[in-house]
């Protein structure tokens, strides 16, 4: 016996009886035998628990946590105990997209209020339940704007952070849609490149806030360019930072997306994270992913329903808004309970220490004489600099004190090869911003 | 508590707050700062304490059905039991601390479990390696035909534009081949969902670039030609993909590589005890036979000795992921085929499909079973037998509820007009399945009896039946949505 399966022999023998079975073989005989397994898996052996505790423990091991100091798409945020524990609830947990709505009013119920925080955050009429990733919810974007003007080109911004870039290359290249890029002007979009750029094939614009170099863009005269052009414009930003920033909704932006990792959800090596999609209410039939509505049962009762299901892939098939199927549904329920905790007075705080913990170790940075500024604009949590120190030895040095910073944009762009990337949240003491100063500086 | 029924911001008081944060440091450096960039207003997010929140979703997912409140044969789901070592371990402070862009010198052992647990994937399918960076099956499968378009142009191909999906099919499947941007040839199945081979050479041609099969189908019904449905394919230069929605059916039976699959993904949270997480997130490793690798999406885990490293590939599709995919849901599905191994991972497709059989023969009498042979990891019926009463598929899932059970999954596949899939998964005793079919014959009866009964269905759950007309017609989708049309 095994623990997760509770066949006896007894209970196998009475199945098989009233199955009409001799053998389990005998209900494979549509396997053709040519391709019938005969030896086992070349797998490890079974483990037990105790055994699966040291193994990982020493797996774990491999691995050297540091203390964060860079950013470009996860930050380490503060993530309340709270949450943790109400996540383990096995009723959040196990369950699956709520097809039973009548069993399921504890998802339905937390989605609607997960797209209500995040239209509150962006300024948009609607959220969907979640998508998987900023990059991927950005890719999702541009078929939005593809389907609205039935054009086929994206504009990005080369400001824009290149692993969202990338992905929305990748998707727009297997489906044959176009993307130019739009060159940077002291680490701004180029607002005469743009112009220059917009054409009658341009089905939408992607810019992003706080950019890939952590500078806080004003669009200012971005989305009229955009518009006048008949164009979609699509703003990626980390949605912590809406709570003190302008919303894309005021920035002019038709569809808003982006990562909800900075909702103090732990980095866990990449995922799993949350991408959010949000657009003005005439567009919601060309979103992607689920949709949650109000709605009331048979008594009278406030009862939450999915809804508009008549955009996805199991109604529309090929003709779908997207494939999406399972989304992040658990990581929108981390950012719901997340932005219930803060409220709106403790998602500024943290806005707040993150932008003077993040001013405080770029002053002590230049004053090392070791870096000096590559723009000269506003910036909340993260920022660039160059350096005239070997980044090697920087990173070696950063390591060795149990820190991660400094990364390189080398990959970026050869021109920044000696600019650094630094990040800075309400999570970092005083002392560790100093001290992380020090070792830099003492090199 | 079925009466709770309040959203977050209806407990709000202004001045309340669930967090304690360090104060601000000085007055150096004040947000202010920002001006003209700052936004008018603040968001009108609720204004809690602590434990009105933990009370809140407390309340919340008590409204829920989980696999571990009760039985959730839903078809095509694999609602297997999640074992709690698999959280434990994803919940180690020495995983969640990592950031994703770390030298690989310091991430060695998330590295070493992304390379093993893609070596046991590719054993247990037959193929050469894996990719788990897709997010999602349905992810899983873009990515897997981005790479089979990238295979064609890579040899300079430029004409395989379509792409073979049978009518039986996932809606996923062609949804992404439409959005990997390929046309789609849908041919018709045979009576038993089965791919019409006929149908199949009249529509194979040098424009076809794959065809995209689940097998078992979703009848969960073995398709016996297979082999013969993977020669024709790539005797016309197409590529075969297999959709592994299905694969728990087949462990320990065969290996999609072995049946001639050159592509594949596998959902992690159906097959390998992933928790399903209300709807995610889930995790959609695609696996590519030998000669495909390089297409593989960035970033790769690579391994040099005793070292692993994080390489981008050339020839690669691109990237379909900000990092690696969903970290912590592919660390449980490590943990869980460590602690099967060999010994038991061989069982699981056995034991799911004693299990579905058993449910299959025990209520064929009460259930209507369009095709009457064996079932692999989950079966079909198509209504009730008795459909003069005018009791719907809805109507029996509906009252399933009532008798704490999840309902199957309902009207999929689309070949029949009531179908009821019910996948009971290698996780669940006899006992189980007798209480089960115990109770599905009882609302066959009812359904005799008192109709009305189920029309009615359910009662005893936190809410009735729901006006999904309404909802999408009035679009409330928001609290502000809902202030709007009803006031405070």
């Known amino acids: 016996m095994f623990k997760y399966f509770p066949h006896t022999e007894s209970d196998l023998a009475a199945m098989r009886a009233k199955i009409g079975i001799a053998a389990d073989q005998d209900m494979f005989v549509d396997i053709p035998e040519a391709v019938r397994m005969k030896k086992d898996y070349k797998l490890p052996a079974a483990l037990s628990e105790i055994e699966i505790r040291a193994k990982l423990s020493e797996i774990a091991a491999m691995n050297r946590p540091a203390i964060v100091f860079s950013g470009l798409g996860a930050y380490d945020h503060y993530d309340p105990s709270v949450i943790g524990a109400l996540l383990s609830r096995q009723e959040f947990l196990t369950s699956y997209t709520p097809y039973q709505p009548e069993i399921a009013q504890g998802t339905l119920s937390y989605i609607f209020e997960y797209q209500s925080m995040v239209t509150m955050l962006t300024g948009m009429d609607v959220s969907n339940a979640s998508m998987y990733d900023g990059p991927t919810a950005a890719a999702e974007a541009c078929f939005m704007a593809m389907s609205m003007t039935k054009r086929n080109k994206i504009l990005v911004s080369a400001a824009v952070n290149p692993n969202i870039a990338e992905v929305v290359l990748t998707y727009a290249h297997f489906r044959g849609l176009e993307v130019a890029f739009i060159p940077v002007a002291e680490g701004e979009t180029s607002l005469p490149d743009l112009k220059n750029l917009l054409d009658e094939t341009v089905a939408g614009v992607i810019v992003q806030k706080p950019n890939y170099f952590g500078i806080v863009e004003s669009f200012d005269g971005v989305s009229e360019a955009i518009h006048q052009n008949g164009s979609v414009m699509i703003e990626s930003c980390d949605i912590s930072t809406l709570a003190v920033l302008k919303t894309p909704a005021d920035d002019g932006a038709d569809i808003a997306c982006g990562d909800c990792q900075s909702l103090g959800m732990p980095l866990a090596f990449g995922g799993p994270y949350l991408g959010y999609l949000a657009t003005k209410k005439p567009h919601v039939r060309r979103m992607p992913g689920r949709i949650v509505g109000q709605s009331f049962d048979r008594n009278g009762k406030r009862a939450f329903v999915l809804t508009l299901q008549a955009r996805e892939q199991h109604i529309r098939r090929e003709k779908a808004n997207s494939n999406i199927c399972s989304n992040q549904s658990l990581m929108a329920l981390y950012a719901t309970i997340y932005l219930s905790l803060m409220g709106p007075d403790g998602i500024k705080r943290v806005n707040e220490l993150s932008y003077q913990n993040a001013h405080k170790l770029y002053d002590l940075l230049i004053a090392t004489g070791k870096f000096t500024p590559v723009f000269k604009k506003p910036f909340l949590k993260e920022f660039v600099l160059h350096t005239s120190l070997d980044q090697t030895l920087i990173r070696q040095a950063l390591a060795d004190h149990g820190y991660f910073g400094a990364v390189s944009l080398a990959d970026y762009d050869d021109s920044y090869r000696d600019v650094v990337n630094f990040a800075v949240t309400e999570k970092r003491t005083q002392e560790e911003i100093e001290r992380f100063a020090a070792v830099v500086g003492g090199l | ?488």
């Open chain 2, 1 to 488: 508590m079925k009466t709770y029924d309040r959203l977050i911001f209806e407990l709000s008081v202004p001045g309340r707050t669930g967090v304690a944060l360090p104060s601000l440091t000085g007055k150096k450096h004040p947000l202010r700062e920002l001006g003209g960039l700052l936004r008018a207003t603040a968001p009108a997010l609720p204004e809690v304490s602590e434990l009105d929140v933990v009370r809140h979703y407390t309340n919340l997912s008590q409204k829920n059905f989980g696999v571990e409140t009760g039985f959730y044969p839903l078809g095509s789901c694999t609602m297997k039991y999640n074992p709690k070592i698999n959280d434990e371990i994803a919940g180690m402070p020495a995983f969640n601390q990592l950031h994703p862009l770390q030298p690989a010198a310091q991430i060695q052992g998330v590295l070493k479990i992304y390379h093993e647990l893609q070596g046991m994937l590719s054993e247990i399918s037959g193929l050469a390696e894996f990719s788990l960076n897709p997010y999602a099956g349905a992810q899983g499968e873009l990515t897997g035909l981005m790479i089979m378009k990238a295979y064609h142009e890579d040899k300079g191909d430029f004409k395989r534009k379509k792409v073979i999906v049978p009518d039986a099919a996932h809606g996923t499947n062609p949804a992404s081949a439409a959005l990997c941007g390929f046309d789609i040839v849908e041919i018709p199945s045979t009576a038993q969902g089965f791919v019409d081979l006929d149908e199949l050479k009249a529509v194979l041609s040098d424009e076809i670039a794959g065809m995209m099969l689940t097998n078992p189908n979703t009848l969960g019904m073995f398709d016996r030609n297979i082999l013969e449905i993977t020669k024709l394919v790539h005797a016309a230069g197409g590529l075969m993909y297999y959709d592994g929605a299905n694969l728990n059916a087949i462990l320990g039976q065969c290996r999609p590589g072995d049946l001639g699959f050159d592509i594949m993904h596998i959902n992690l949270h159906k097959t390998f005890s992933t928790p399903h997480g209300g709807g995610g997130p889930g995790s959609g490793p695609v696996g590519v036979r030998k000669g495909l690798e390089a297409f593989l999406p960035n970033p790769q885990v690579k391994k040099d000795g005793p070292d692993y490293y994080v390489e981008k590939g050339a020839d690669a599709i691109g990237s379909v992921s900000g990092f690696f995919g969903n970290f912590k849901v592919w660390l449980r599905a490590y943990v869980y085929c460590l602690t099967l191994g060999k010994e038991h991972l061989k069982d699981v497709g056995r034991f799911a499909t004693i299990n579905a059989n058993y449910v299959r023969v025990a209520l064929k009498d009460d259930y209507r079973l369009p095709i009457d042979s064996f079932a692999m990891h989950e079966c079909v019926f198509d209504g009730l037998v008795d459909q003069s009463t005018g009791v719907t598929t809805l109507d029996v899932a509906k009252r399933l509820l009532d008798y704490g059970f999840h309902a199957p999954t309902i009207y999929f596949p689309l070949l029949f007009h009531q179908s009821i899939m019910i996948e009971p998964t290698e996780t669940e005793s006899m006992q189980t399945l007798d209480e089960f079919i115990a109770i599905m014959k009882k609302v066959a009866d009812e359904a005799k009896t008192d109709p009305d009964l189920l029309k009615r269905a359910p009662t005893t759950t936190p809410v009735t039946r729901i006006d999904e007309v309404y909802a999408a017609k009035k679009m409330i989708l928001t609290f502000q949505d809902f202030i709007a049309e009803n006031g405070r």
